[in-house]
């Protein structure tokens, strides 16, 4: 599985810092989870002590090695849990751990004389290859690539073909092990910053003839001056593609700022020619930085991979941003899925599960595409550690944090039971989960994914709020209409919750839960999302949805240096203000659909029912044909609306994600001897009629 960063000093004409990382152990080992990890670190994790002022003891990487896990980074000391005695033990650079009891391996103990940046399971799943910036291993020369046994961390057979810098990433893939840093000749051969080796005798291989070159940003873009070479990589589950990132502006010879897919064939290695991008070609913050792309890690299912920046906060940039591309997309353009911005803070590694997206670093928000080291319009705390939507990269509930954040989490490891954290701070939440510098948190005790089922025909249509001719601005009781698609049944009166529903704007449904806007009474009245339950027959508490304000977050200091207190507290975003002129809103697989007043556009924001996180950017899906909305819902691949000119149902496709071109009247209104369907909130109920 997936887990790697790791920061290095480079020099330069400014002092850069540089990720690297770990890699997988096989292309096929990625971990799909159906659930959202719990917000509760468990206790069966080790404790990295801190034993120097000067340096920072941090995790690096980590990997899944038979039943142990493997952590490796900058450290000389680990303590066990209390549960297994408590014993300290020296550990240089790398130790091993059992998952189920947390207890330190006793025998794994090999002496390196440098940092670890990468590790990877051997196949045989009793042996790990480490990689990194030593050069000794147990007091005998070994260059910066070895392969050691977990039974008492001794050399194996292997021998690496020598490479003259740091090994940041590895692979085992295809009965090779893919190796990516910051050298130019591996074996005394020129490769420029990737080779592949024989995974058994370390021989190099001549399947890996890609070579990088060129500084991302320096001399022409920038006086930040690192090493030109690949900082992470991942190697697709089928093992057919290998998405790569690091300092470098062109790669055998093709121009690839940044980024590039490599098409693993069955001879040889090779650029893919027909995917490239110019997003990162930015320089952003280049006095600092001469790259700034830091992890790399591809979805379970292969179908995308996702990217985690530094950078700073520049508009216009993926600069301090989590990203999601197509990793067989076709175009010399290639726009990532999606992009969801920390706003000035970097993301230092990512790990893919299927159920989410995960992000640490020393992110303060996250959804924050409108702020500069302060939260903008949408933004939500996120301490340190973030969760997204793997559909739209809008952050979901899952905020443990850690604080003080430090330099960052640096690395992510998923496994079948959970997901474990490595970073060079001791807490998790505001200093309440003690936990040096290794978390683990479970899927036992997680979240399972929300239910966004918005109901099908036939069905009660719920129109809360009616607009009558007489009553234009509504009245405020509900009545179900059962509605077939074709045939209308009778109205029958519904509860009201004790909601003004003439008050709402727009509402649907997802599983047993209604969202709706509302006037919020602790804000003035200024209106809000809310959410209930809703069984047909009685409604749940109202909650009002503002995870901007995040109730443990929201008064503690991120502990900033700008000689102000900032605190993690978010900011609404614009869409609030916008819902007084809601004429019809509808979800439909992460997207909420909305249409205002004085426009004809049909809008849409990226939304997460789990945390209820709108996203900052409206896109217009249509400039036209919506002017006339009073209340809409989706089903059976049509989009539903009244018309507030005449209060008739009308009818359109609506296609993965578009409407089609021609409404049609699916039900008359009054003056046509039929219903009137204006509503200020319309949606299909929870269960048949």
């Not at 693993?264 to 020619?273: F, G, H, I, R, Y």
């Not at 299912?301 to 216009?316: E, H, K, M």
Request: glycine share 14%; aromatic share 10%; proline share 6%.
């Amino acid at each position: 599985m997936h887990a790697r960063v790791r920061k290095l000093g480079a020099a330069g004409i400014s002092a850069v810092l540089l990720s690297v990382g770990v890699a997988t152990g096989t292309a096929t080992a990625a971990v799909t989870q159906s659930s959202i990890v719990s917000a509760v670190p468990g206790e069966q994790t080790p404790q990295i002590l801190d034993t120097s002022a000067s340096v920072t003891e941090k995790v690096l990487a980590m990997a899944q090695v038979g039943n142990r896990i493997v952590v490796a980074g900058d450290f000389s000391q680990v303590q066990d849990t209390t549960a297994n005695g408590g014993a300290t033990y020296n550990r240089s650079y790398a130790f091993a751990f059992d998952p189920a009891t947390g207890a330190v391996d006793p025998t794994f103990a090999p002496v390196l004389n440098g940092v670890v940046n990468t590790v990877a399971a051997g196949a045989d799943g009793a042996s790990v290859y480490l990689g990194g910036t030593f050069t000794q291993l147990n007091g005998v020369a070994s260059g910066n690539l070895v392969q050691v046994s977990l039974a008492g961390g001794v050399r194996t057979a292997f021998r690496a073909a020598p490479l003259n810098g740091a090994v940041n990433d590895l692979a085992l893939s295809g009965g090779r092990l893919f190796v990516g840093g910051l050298f130019t000749t591996a074996g005394g051969v020129p490769h420029g910053g990737l080779a592949t080796l024989n995974a058994a005798t370390g021989a190099l291989d001549g399947y890996m003839g890609i070579d990088v070159a060129l500084h991302h940003n320096y001399p022409d873009r920038g006086t930040a001056n690192a090493l030109v070479g690949v900082e992470n990589f991942d190697v697709s589950p089928d093992g057919t593609r290998m998405a790569v990132i690091g300092n470098f502006r062109q790669a055998d010879g093709l121009v690839r700022d940044q980024i590039m897919m490599v098409l693993l064939q069955s001879t040889a290695a090779v650029v893919d020619p027909n995917w490239k991008t110019t997003g990162l070609a930015a320089a952003c913050n280049s006095a600092r930085f001469d790259s700034y792309v830091r992890d790399v890690a591809f979805a379970p299912d292969g179908s995308y991979f996702a990217v985690g920046n530094t950078g700073g906060a520049y508009r216009g940039t993926y600069c301090d941003s989590l990203t999601t591309w197509n990793p067989k997309a076709v175009s010399q353009t290639v726009k990532p899925r999606w992009v969801s911005y920390a706003g000035g803070d970097t993301l230092f590694s990512v790990a893919v599960t299927g159920a989410a997206v995960y992000a640490g670093g020393h992110q303060r928000w996250m959804n924050n595409d409108f702020g500069a080291d302060a939260a903008g319009a949408g933004a939500v705390p996120r301490p340190g550690l973030s969760a997204h939507d793997p559909r739209t990269g809008i952050p979901l509930s899952w905020n443990p944090g850690r604080n003080p954040r430090g330099d960052g989490a640096e690395a992510l490891l998923a496994t079948s039971t959970g997901l474990y954290v490595g970073s060079d701070t001791d807490y998790i939440g505001n200093r309440q989960y003690l936990r040096p510098r290794l978390a683990y948190f479970p899927l036992a005790g997680g979240s399972a994914l929300p239910d966004e089922n918005t109901g099908t025909l036939p069905t009660d249509v719920y129109l809360a709020g009616r607009q009558t001719p007489t009553a234009t601005a509504g009245v405020s009781d509900v009545v179900a209409r059962y509605f077939t698609g074709t045939g209308v049944g009778a109205d029958t009166a519904a509860p009201a919750g004790g909601v003004d529903w003439s008050r709402a704007r727009g509402a649907f449904m997802a599983g047993n839960t209604l969202f709706y806007g509302y006037p919020n009474p602790a804000a003035n009245n200024a209106y809000f999302l809310y959410r209930r339950t809703f069984d047909g027959v009685t409604f749940g508490p109202a909650t009002v949805i503002d995870p901007y304000d995040d109730p443990y977050w929201s008064t503690v200091s991120t502990g900033s240096s700008t000689g102000v207190t900032v605190l993690y507290r978010g900011a609404l975003p614009a869409f609030y203000g916008q819902l007084p002129s809601v004429t019809g809103v509808f979800f439909q697989n992460g997207r909420l659909y909305y249409t205002r007043s004085g426009s004809a556009a049909l809008y849409y924001r990226s939304f997460s029912v789990d945390s209820g996180v709108v996203g900052g950017v409206e896109y217009a899906v249509t400039s036209g044909g919506f002017s006339d909305v009073a209340g809409m819902f989706v089903a059976g691949g049509s989009l539903w609306w009244a018309a507030q000119s005449n209060g008739e149902l009308r009818r359109i496709a609506f296609v993965s994600g578009f409407p089609g071109h021609t409404p049609v009247t699916a039900s008359p209104g009054p003056a046509a001897g039929g219903r009137d369907w204006r509503a200020r909130a319309m949606f299909l109920g929870p269960q048949p009629h």
